[in-house]
């Protein structure tokens, strides 16, 4: 993205002001090509305010929001709920994509370009190259009434810092000292620059309520208490639907709908039968089969985020025989990525090629995939003294994502070839997200949808998993990632970024196969349309509001 003459006289300083804003500017061309409904070109990163000086407080909110003509939506998701306390672990994107109707961060991203927006932060800025201060938004009530203060952030800070077990450490790590400066004030110190402070802050730094330690974690967890638009209407229960109504009280303004409920229903066929029925108002991961059906019908219509999730096949690097490169690389030309997308996805997806995906800061259009090649496959299991190939078990899921296990299946025909015998290990997504951060896998499938920043993704497959923590080879990529988890010129950072994508796509890190669209089914009358980034996180709003720019 080409920059005012003035950013281009950046200096060390203003650049740790600007890094986040024009860092997700940079990508924003590249987003909305991911994205399949138009959207405004890019625009000049804004600039920050002079040292000292907060950035500009949010407009005030619309008066109203816009109203759908439904007073309920019921949301189908394909991923089981297993948690709304933002303080207590969860599986899955739909734990963050449901708890955040009743909970909201200091910071958000907003509108096509993914502009840094203010949320229960009114401003920000920079004391010194360390110190990030923010002004909290006044008047702000918890669900229970109580007024929102610098207590309660101080109060996350150390629910996040005190459970390791939510994995946030990634995003605290830096961190040297929270204070709280007056009740809506804070300061945040870290040991040294860090760009992706405040990215990463936008996708898990829920805030959550001193109260919480008075009502106890187990009741608060049947019945938590936000800041957000919606509030739980009724204790939950795991495997219940999660029941929300709109927050009156909202400091932008309540949302439409009035009611919205959030439901697990594992079969495909199940979401679009309701979804048809008018039982279900927006639907996830909708079957290819049933997309015409639905494109045509009276009331339903079907949206989708073109390449908007990377399907991730991960190998074990610390088993054999993927602890050889050669291997590693032989799978990855054992599989025709382009006749995996184009039959079984019907064209709804693209091959993977690097780590990320198009619209990705740090992707690389330049990087050549690996392509279909079985003579040359079987001569690197040769040269690896495998000339007889090999068997390993791949934990995949079923009827999570698109075509999930289809695919597993056509790959596994096509490792065959080969001499690869995959034994396909149907398995639950929690489980295999816990087996995947143990170790306890040879090859797993996950996924990660497209995000503004790729630190917490980057974190997430080189240090969160056993599967490459503890081995040595993968040193040289948490290096690369850390550099560019610190470097503060936005240009040096998707470089970094850049050449970590290279080194790991030719170091075969993973089984390279496809990135997929994201579809959905509406009811029409909703009027909802996806967020262009699925889970910046956790921004995936199935409501209407116009402090929300789609």
């Not at 087996?435 to 497209?450: E, L």
Request: hydrophobic share 40%; glycine share 6%.
């Amino acid at each position: 993205m080409s920059q005012p003459r003035e950013a281009q006289r950046l200096t060390r300083r203003t650049l740790l002001r600007t890094s986040l804003l024009v860092g997700a500017g940079a990508v924003a061309s590249g987003l909305l090509a991911a994205c399949q409904q138009p959207a405004p070109g890019p625009t000049a990163a804004p600039a920050k305010p002079a040292e000292g000086k907060p950035a500009p407080t949010a407009q005030p909110a619309a008066p109203a929001a816009a109203k759908s003509q439904l007073d309920e939506w019921v949301v189908a998701v394909s991923e089981d709920i297993t948690a709304i306390d933002p303080g207590v672990p969860g599986a899955g994107a739909i734990y963050y994509n449901v708890e955040y109707h009743a909970f909201e961060p200091l910071v958000g991203y907003e509108g096509p370009n993914f502009q840094l927006v203010p949320r229960l932060a009114e401003s920000w800025s920079y004391v010194n190259d360390t110190t990030l201060e923010f002004k909290l938004r006044k008047n702000v009530k918890f669900h229970n009434g109580d007024d929102f203060t610098a207590d309660d952030v101080l109060y996350t800070y150390q629910v996040h810092k005190e459970t390791p077990a939510l994995a946030t450490g990634y995003v605290f790590e830096p961190v040297e000292k929270l204070e709280k400066v007056d009740p809506y004030t804070i300061r945040i110190a870290t040991k040294g620059p860090v760009a992706s402070l405040m990215p990463n802050m936008t996708q898990v730094f829920f805030v959550l309520p001193k109260a919480r330690a008075t009502i106890g974690v187990e009741a608060f967890g049947r019945h938590p208490i936000g800041t957000g638009m919606y509030k739980v209407a009724q204790d939950w229960a795991r495997d219940q639907p999660v029941r929300y109504v709109a927050n009156e009280a909202y400091w932008g303004g309540p949302p439409s709908p009035q009611r919205l409920q959030f439901k697990y229903l594992r079969e495909p066929s199940t979401r679009v039968a309701e979804l048809q029925n008018g039982t279900v108002h927006v639907a996830d991961n909708i079957p290819l089969p049933q997309v015409e059906l639905l494109k045509r019908g009276a009331n339903t219509d079907v949206v989708s985020m073109k390449g908007a999730r990377i399907i991730m096949h991960s190998f074990n690097l610390a088993r054999e025989p993927f602890t050889n490169l050669k291997v590693r690389q032989a799978v990855n030309y054992a599989i025709d990525r382009d006749a995996i997308v184009k039959t079984v996805l019907q064209g709804y997806g693209q091959p993977h090629v690097g780590l990320f995906a198009p619209g990705w800061m740090g992707y690389d259009a330049k990087l050549e995939p690996y392509t279909f090649n079985l003579q040359k496959a079987k001569q690197l299991l040769a040269e690896a003294g495998l000339p007889n190939g090999f068997e390993f078990e791949w934990q995949i899921t079923s009827g999570v994502f698109q075509k999930d296990r289809e695919i597993a299946e056509a790959v596994a025909a096509q490792l065959k070839q080969a001499g690869i015998t995959a034994r396909l290990q149907v398995t639950e997504r929690a489980t295999l997200l816990d087996n995947f951060y143990a170790g306890k896998y040879d090859v797993a499938s996950t996924q990660w949808s497209t995000t503004a920043d790729p630190d917490r993704y980057l974190q997430w497959l080189f240090i969160r998993t056993k599967g490459t923590s503890e081995v040595k080879e993968a040193d040289r990529y948490r290096q690369i990632m850390e550099d560019g988890r610190r470097v503060l010129d936005p240009d040096k950072r998707v470089q970094k970024y850049q050449e970590l994508s290279k080194l790991a796509y030719e170091q075969a890190v993973l089984m390279f196969v496809h990135v997929q669209d994201e579809l959905y089914g509406i009811d029409k009358r909703t009027g909802w349309t996806p967020y262009p980034i699925r889970a910046l996180g956790v921004h995936h709003w199935y409501a209407n509001h116009p402090s929300i720019k789609r």
